[in-house]
């Protein structure tokens, strides 16, 4: 059997990769399939390098978790994708108190932004720079950044991580914009004035948690939307939930899924691959998060590939 990296790589892909994250790192069973690099050529530490992880108070850093999920894909010889500098979520009280000026502020970013990126200086392929900035209807998400500083602070993170990793792509990422909507638009605004001001920006991530039988149309004229302002994209956070329990039916369609998903990236040449957000359900984090669903995975909770594996080799054209 092929690998899902190495079909990507044989179709002109950069990667095919998933999200990890430290507890599950003692797994053996789940490390055989995470450690094999012809399955996922790529890896992202899906909680260990977010803010209240690395610097959990003021100008205090650790990098157990982080360093370990680094060094993991360093052994592996996998791509790695940071994830990420600057996000509302998973941050210190310190940072969300709101107690700093927007002179403060900036350095707080400044130096959160290059103190991580450094570390990982020549490893990390690309960066999620700055996560979710938007809601849903295409607004700025008032968390304490934006109240702090309003825009400027996502060209004060890219600038910061440039500075740190010029080799490192920088990305922004988000979920719902996939297809064409309000947040999708918004996202495109965001691209072409940071290109005009020029700050540094090389690609876009699309999250991508889908719901079975709901995927949004138009995923791959969206994509080209987005490559056509000059940024590469990525399907940064795949998965695909459903209604529990699943059924033959359910499995079916979420094989179709991950095809469109992965159809879609492999239409388009500026995007570069495919993560998933985590590879099995019982690592998932959707149970815990959506009551009721689950099965998101294309590996079942016991390390079974599902229906949507082939959904995945279906979709690259392989
Ligand atoms: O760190 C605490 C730990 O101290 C405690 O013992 C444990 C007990 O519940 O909880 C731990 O925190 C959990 C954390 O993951 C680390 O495991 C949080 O409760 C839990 O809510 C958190 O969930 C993560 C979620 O982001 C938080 O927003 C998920 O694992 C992670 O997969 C998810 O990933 C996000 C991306 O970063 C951004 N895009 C959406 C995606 C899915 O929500």
């Known amino acids: 059997a092929t690998g899902l990296h190495t079909i990507a790589k044989s179709k002109g892909k950069l990667y095919f990769g998933s999200a990890t994250d430290n507890p599950e ?15 996922f050529g790529q890896i992202t530490p899906g909680n260990s390098m977010k803010w209240d992880a690395t610097e959990p108070s003021r100008g205090s850093f650790s990098w157990s978790g982080a360093d370990a999920i680094a060094n993991l894909a360093k ?21 969300s108190s709101g107690n700093f000026n927007a002179a403060t502020l900036t350095s707080i970013i400044q130096t959160h932004c290059s103190t991580l990126v450094s570390r990982y200086k020549g490893q990390v392929y690309s960066w999620d720079v700055v996560n979710e900035p938007f809601n ?5 998400r008032t968390d304490v950044f934006f ?26 990422n988000d979920y719902n914009i996939e297809g064409p909507s309000a947040k999708s638009t918004a996202m495109q ?24 039988g709901e995927l949004p149309q138009g995923l791959e004229d969206n994509l080209r939307a ?7 994209v990525a399907i940064t956070e795949l998965d695909i939930r459903m209604t529990l329990p699943a059924t033959a039916a359910l499995l079916a369609q979420q094989q179709k899924d991950y095809q469109t ?5 492999q239409a388009v040449e500026g995007c570069v691959g495919v993560t998933i ?7 998932s984090w959707v149970p815990q998060t959506f009551s009721g669903q689950g099965e998101a995975c294309p590996w079942d909770q016991n390390l079974q590939r599902k229906p949507a594996f082939q959904g995945i080799v279906a979709g690259f054209g392989a």
């Open 189 to 212: 605004n965001l691209v072409k004035s940071l290109k005009q001001a020029n700050v540094p920006l090389d690609g876009i991530g699309l999250q991508g948690h889908f719901i079975v």
């Open 136 to 140: 849903d209807d295409g607004t700025w």
């Open 25 to 39: 790192l003692t797994d053996a069973a789940y490390m055989a399939i995470l450690n094999d690099n012809t399955m």
């Open 147 to 172: 109240n702090t500083l309003g825009t400027d602070y996502v060209s004060i993170a890219l600038q910061a991580a440039r500075a740190a990793d010029p080799a490192a792509k920088l990305y922004i």
């Open 226 to 232: 987005f490559t056509a302002l000059g940024v590469e």
């Open 261 to 265: 998903v992965v159809a879609a990236c």
């Open 75 to 95: 052994k592996n010889g996998q791509l790695l994708r940071g994830h990420n500098c600057v996000w509302y979520s998973q941050l210190p009280s310190w940072v």
């Open 277 to 283: 957000w985590d590879f099995t359900d019982k690592y």
